[in-house]
């Protein structure tokens, strides 16, 4: 199974290149987060529609990303924020975004 998370991803890939100023920017800032899990989640459900991946993988995929969401997100924001020593005083995530994300998985879920 194929597991889309471009967030993580992108923290690969920033942790690989070292000082990519926006790619530092895209994996701290609140909506391009949001941006982020949204279009992975729509990813999934085109390519369960489209006949490119099975139902069970769907869903595997989208609970994984929403228990990243959950329980992982920030902690890796953070790590992320650690990187570039002088970012420091940065806000935890806000509650409610992480909340329409994880409604938005919910819901696709759902649609399966």
Excluded: C
Aim: charged letters at 40%; zero cysteines; aromatic letters at 10%.
């Amino acid at each position: 199974m194929e597991y889309i998370n471009s967030y993580l991803d992108k923290m690969r890939t920033l942790l690989e290149k070292g000082g990519d100023r926006e790619l530092f920017h895209e994996l701290i800032d609140e909506v391009s987060i949001e941006s982020m899990f949204i279009s992975d989640v729509k990813r999934v459900y085109e390519k369960y529609r489209s006949g490119e991946i099975r139902e069970e993988d769907a869903r595997k995929n989208l609970h994984l990303l929403k228990l990243y969401v959950i329980s992982q997100l920030q902690k890796h924001r953070k790590k992320v924020l650690e990187f570039f020593d002088e970012v420091k005083d940065l806000p935890e995530l806000d509650a409610e975004m992480v909340k329409r994300i994880v409604e938005f998985i919910e819901d696709a879920e759902w649609q399966l």
